[in-house]
């Protein structure tokens, strides 16, 4: 113990003398400050100290002093995280935001490069003014999220349904490695030294998307590079609810969209009928007709570089929601007659900022336990019956009051994915932690075994996936082969995909839970 505390304490001078005294500590009340992300499902967890690079090299330094002491390591971006992420129990937590500079806006090529510290709002505030944008515009936490941990969790936002995920827009990174060197590569055209960051793929393997997704296991982001688009001007909302209740449809509709309309289609997103009535139930001033509400709502977001073309996509989805009698256009005043909309739609940044958070301060003071995975278009009706399914089997499991919803929002990815943003709550109370972090594992094992493949991984989910046995022996064992090339002394984020030594046999952690 003592020595423990001695090679802490001599890790922390030692990083001292190169950040700063004012950039660490391990002073309680900090310690407690970064204690947490957004998942009070997991118990507080106290790194031994927060430290909070600058630069690269800064953290280059850090690496080898941690590989010096064999001191684990946790990156943390915005701490948005919703599933253990970016806390560390012991160890150096490495806070990146104070890198969170944007060194170039390249209109010419279409590209930028940022600190993986910068935040979505601080970058879109910079690219959108001059009529760009990052496509991808990052996730509802994206006033405090940044680029790296969206990166990290190849997160899913605004613009995903034309845009891809967070790395679907990335050319390359520059990452340090948790080696004893600490040593920095950078990814993409950016690995050529002659190269200026343009594009991602020819310059050698894809490395790039080795740290994609990996949830900070396999090196320490510092810089990105992202694509940049240009800002269609025109937009436009459309609204529809479904006659039925019939998820074979929203797979149709979805399909047909994405087929005629494509490029043109920013954003399509279903919510389901059962919300709909809960928001009826819940409003003060209640419309004069009762409203008919017997299917999801269906909202639809346009864009288009000239206003004749957008006019086309408009005709195009009308014909597609309304043709058999499917859907019919609609207007939230039918639930709610107060609500003030405008008479001219207009798109707000700020807007893909908020819709979120009324969502997660539903419950403010309660435990959240996501599930949010992607699922194949076509598999939308057969999962409408399984995912529910779970909730109702395992019903006496859950807290009385407690709400799950297998999906909140329905969302259409590229190609042909819909995003299921879904799970469930708890009342904040530590004798119920434990039961609801089972109960999350269970859930999340369900989803995992009927083929939904899920993004922000943390903690919860990556462990989850292979307590299902989703991953094959060869597998893990190529994860852990390229995870002891980068990080040889087990050093960074312990613990994510139950990976806690090099030696550990995973096979351990399987779960087989009662069907
Ligand atoms: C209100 C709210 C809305 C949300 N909306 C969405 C959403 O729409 N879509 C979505 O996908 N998620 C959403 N999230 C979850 C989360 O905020 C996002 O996934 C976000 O991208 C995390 O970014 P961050 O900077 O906060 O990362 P952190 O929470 O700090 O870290 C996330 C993970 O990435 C790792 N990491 C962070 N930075 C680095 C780095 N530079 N190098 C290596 N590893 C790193 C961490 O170790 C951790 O595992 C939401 C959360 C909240 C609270």
């Known amino acids: 113990m003592v020595k423990l505390m001695s090679k802490v304490k001599n890790a922390y001078k030692e990083i001292e003398n190169i950040i700063g005294t004012d950039f660490i500590s391990d002073k309680d009340y900090v310690k407690a400050a970064y204690s947490r992300n957004v998942d009070p499902a997991f118990p507080d967890r106290w790194a031994d100290m927060i430290v909070r690079p600058e630069t690269t090299e800064e953290v280059s330094e850090i690496v080898r002093i941690a590989n010096k002491y064999k001191i ?36 010419d090529d279409y590209y930028c490069v940022v600190e993986c510290g910068v ?54 990174v520059e990452v340090v490695l948790p080696n004893p060197q600490g040593t920095i590569i950078r990814t993409g055209a950016a690995a050529n030294r ?101 299917g999801p709502l269906c909202s639809i977001t346009l864009e288009a570089t000239d206003e004749r073309i957008i006019e086309v996509y408009v005709e195009k989805v009308n014909e597609i929601m309304t043709k058999d009698n499917v859907a019919r256009p609609f207007d939230l005043r039918e639930i709610n007659p107060t609500l003030e909309i405008p008479e001219k739609w207009t798109y ?40 529910p399914a779970f909730d109702i089997k395992h019903k006496k499991e859950f807290q009385p009051g407690s709400l799950s919803l297998w999906a909140g929002v329905i969302a259409v990815l590229p190609n042909g994915n819909f995003v299921v943003v879904g799970g469930f709550n708890a009342n904040n109370v530590e004798e119920q932690r434990e039961n609801s972090m089972k109960l999350w ?58 990976l806690h030594s090099y030696d550990d046999d995973y096979t351990k952690y399987l779960v087989k839970d009662e069907e």
């Open 348 to 387: 707000k940044m700020k807007n893909l900022f908020n819709y979120f958070h009324p969502l997660i301060s539903v419950a403010p003071s309660k435990l959240t336990c996501t599930t949010c995975h992607k699922i194949p278009f076509s598999s939308m009706e057969e999962i409408s019956k399984k995912a």
């Open 194 to 294: 002659y190269a200026a960051p343009f594009c991602r793929y020819g310059v050698a393997p894809d490395f790039t998307g080795l740290f994609m997704g990996d949830v900070g296991t396999l090196g320490i982001k510092t810089k990105a590079f992202l694509k940049l688009f240009p800002e269609p001007p025109f937009k436009k909302n459309l609204m529809y609810i479904l006659n039925k209740n019939d998820f074979q449809k929203v797979f149709e509709l979805s399909h047909e969209v994405r087929k005629w309309v494509n490029d043109g289609l920013l954003g399509m997103s279903f919510v389901p009928v059962f919300l709909l009535q809960m928001m009826a139930a819940q409003v003060k001033e209640k419309p004069a007709k009762r409203p008919r509400l017997k």
């Open 72 to 107: 684990h390591m946790v990156p943390r971006g915005g701490g948005a995280d919703l599933v253990g992420g970016s806390v560390s129990e012991g160890g150096i937590l490495i806070d990146l935001t104070r890198m969170n500079k944007i060194l170039e806006v390249n209109e």
């Open 441 to 498: 594992h269970k859930k999340l094992h369900h989803q995992v075994k009927y083929g939904g493949v899920h993004y922000w991984l943390g903690e919860s989910i990556s462990q989850s996936i292979v307590e299902a046995d989703a991953y094959t022996p060869e597998f893990m064992q190529f994860f852990k082969d390229i995870k002891k090339t980068v990080d040889p002394n087990f050093l960074l984020s312990p613990n994510k995909f139950h």
């Open 119 to 172: 935040t979505w709002g601080a970058l879109l505030s910079e690219v959108h003014p001059r009529g760009y944008t990052t496509g991808v515009t990052g996730p509802g936490s994206g006033f405090s999220a940044t680029i790296g941990g969206g990166l990290s969790n190849s997160t899913a936002g605004g613009g995903s349904c034309k845009y891809g995920l967070v790395p679907d827009i990335c050319l390359g």
